[in-house]
C-alpha cells in the first residue's frame, strides 16, 4: 500500500513554439497596437495599472487578424501534445476559444486567477525573460496551510511554484489552475499573448 499521490497539477512547457520570423512580426504588430487602438488603451489604463492589454475588448483576435490565425493554428500541435502527455481522451476537435495580447510594462503584474471552461489555457511570450516577471503556479488546496510542515524535497513543500519565462516559449495547463504574473521588475516590457483552447468530442458538448 504506502503512499498514494492522487489529483497532481500539469504543467505543459513548449521552448521555441513558434519561429524567430514569425515572432519578430507578431511582436511590431503588438506594439503598434498598443499605440494605435484607442479602446484597448483606454481599458488599459482604468482596468490594468501599468500594463497594456485587449483582454477588456477583445478576446478573439485570431479570428480577425492573420497573425494570430497563424499562432492558434501553431499552437495547437502543442496543445495536441500536452493532451497526449496526460493520457486525454483524444478529442474529435480543438478549437482556439479566446486569444488575446498583453503588455507587461515595468511594474506591472497580474493577480491570481483562473480561466473558467477551458480545456487548455496558457501563454505564448513574445519577448519575455526571467526579470520581467515569471508565472507562478499555485496549489489549489489553499486549507493545507492548516496541515503539517515538509522538507524541501517533498512535492507539498510549496503552495507555488515559479516558472521561467522566455521568449517563443509556451506555457499551458487546464483552465482551472490557478496562477498568476510576477511583477516586472526590469526596465522592458514582457509581452505575450494568452489563449483558451476548447475541446470537442462527437455526441458531446465543448470542454
Known sequence: MGLLLFYPTPIFEKEDAMSEEFNKKLEKWIIDYSQSNEE???????????????????????EQEDLFRELAEGLKPHVKEFFDAMKAIPPTEISCADMWCTINRPTSLHPRHIHPLSACSGTYYVNAESDMGNINIHDPYDNRVMGAMFQQDSPFAFDTYSINVKSRKAVMFPGWVSHSVQQNLSNKDRIGVSFNYRVFYDNANPI
Do not use: E, I, M, P
Not at 44 to 50: C, I, V
Not at 51 to 59: E, I, K
Open 40 to 62: 484597448a488603451k483606454n481599458w488599459s489604463k482604468n482596468n490594468y495599472g501599468a500594463g497594456f492589454t485587449s483582454y477588456g475588448s477583445n478576446l478573439k483576435l485570431h
